[in-house]
């Protein structure tokens, strides 16, 4: 009985450390995966920054585009306006004679 008492508690000991073991690679898988959930987590994170950043630059590109649409639209706007005010410059510079000579 002694014998097989002494047997039962060697082969305790022996499987203490297997179990041990075990229960250690069952806590490394979980972190692991804790570790990928995280790990996707952020890559999700990052892909929605981009791509709100890659909106935010479509949406300025367009803003740019469209003042560099109004802006030469105002110089075209300007020059027209200039010329015009040439025009009748020189229309009441020969007027003015005309009107003295009256």
């Not at 450390?17 to 898988?29: C, R, S, T």
């Not at 949406?59 to 020059?79: M, Y």
Request: with cysteine; hydrophobic share 30%.
């Amino acid at each position: 009985m002694q014998s097989q008492n002494l047997c039962n508690n060697e082969l305790a000991v022996r499987q203490f450390p297997q179990a041990l073991l075990e229960e250690k690679n069952q806590e490394i898988d979980h972190l692991n995966e804790y570790i990928m959930r995280l790990q996707h987590k952020l890559e999700n994170g990052m892909d929605e920054k981009v791509m709100e950043k890659q909106s935010e630059i479509e949406e300025l590109k367009l803003l740019n585009e469209h003042l560099h649409c109004d802006q030469e639209r105002l110089r075209r706007d300007k020059a027209e306006e200039v010329e015009q005010l040439h025009g009748i410059i020189e229309k009441l510079q020969k007027e003015v004679p005309h009107i003295r000579s009256t």
